[in-house]
């Protein structure tokens, strides 16, 4: 019956799990700052963790997205939450990459486009300032400005979700040899939607997504090793 398939964004529990991951997900961040030794200027790790999230939750939301559409448009059973963690598997081991090899190559187009841009035009001042911020990732000037912030943050976001519809392509052209596996979480839960919903939302990305958020965390601090030096 209906109530007994595992839906993600329905009902009380749904609710109250989209919210405890929100939460996990930031407290990784605290906890990875209270290791920090030394610790990064507050306001710095609030405009990082505020990119983070904003990128994680838009992540979040397309996986969401692509787990409901598979459910509607395919011929089958199979429900939401095991097309949810069908897809988060695919995103913790492709989408990462993705993300991190897009993220790169975004430095290397603006770092090539902010050195043959000529510095005395007034005109391009705005373009410098946008390809500047996208360089020097992680950066946000002394004080951090918020415009260097906003444009770092849009460019990762695009990135993320770049990276994750791809992996929502992968997975629909093989959603029907996918469908097999998907169902047979289904069976393994049996008639416990609820049970089912937190081990594919909670349990199962809590040690998924630890890694997948310091990983992140480290490409956008972006550590002197990986930015490109500026030309005065």
Not at 14 to 36: M, P, W
Not at 108 to 134: G, V, Y
Not at 182 to 196: C, I, K, V, W, Y
């Amino acid at each position: 019956m209906e109530e007994e398939q595992c839906v993600l964004i329905q009902g009380f529990w749904a609710v109250l799990c989209q919210i405890l991951l929100f939460l996990l997900a930031l407290s990784t961040l605290v906890y990875k700052r209270s290791r920090e030794n030394p610790k990064i200027p507050y306001d710095v790790w609030i405009l990082d963790v505020s990119k983070q999230m904003l990128s994680s939750g838009a992540a979040h939301g397309l996986a969401l997205a692509v787990a409901i559409w598979l459910t509607l448009t395919k011929d089958s059973s199979v429900s939401e939450c095991s097309w949810y963690s069908i897809m988060y598997s695919v995103d913790t081991i492709l989408g990462t990459l993705l993300t991190y090899i897009f993220h790169r190559l975004a430095i290397i187009m603006a770092s090539k486009r902010l050195q043959a841009s000529s510095p005395d035009h007034q005109s391009h001042n705005a373009e410098r300032f946008i390809l500047e911020s996208i360089v020097t990732c992680g950066h946000y000037g002394d004080p951090p400005s918020l415009r260097r912030w906003a444009w770092q943050a849009l460019e990762w976001i695009l990135c993320v979700l770049a990276a994750r519809s791809v992996c929502g392509f992968v997975v629909f052209m093989h959603a029907q040899g996918l469908e097999g596996l998907a169902a047979s979480l289904d069976t393994l839960f049996g008639s416990h939607p609820t049970l089912q919903l937190y081990i594919v939302m909670i349990i199962y990305p809590l040690c998924m997504n630890s890694a997948q958020v310091l990983i992140q965390d480290a490409i956008l601090r972006a550590k002197s090793m990986f930015i490109p030096v500026l030309s005065s």
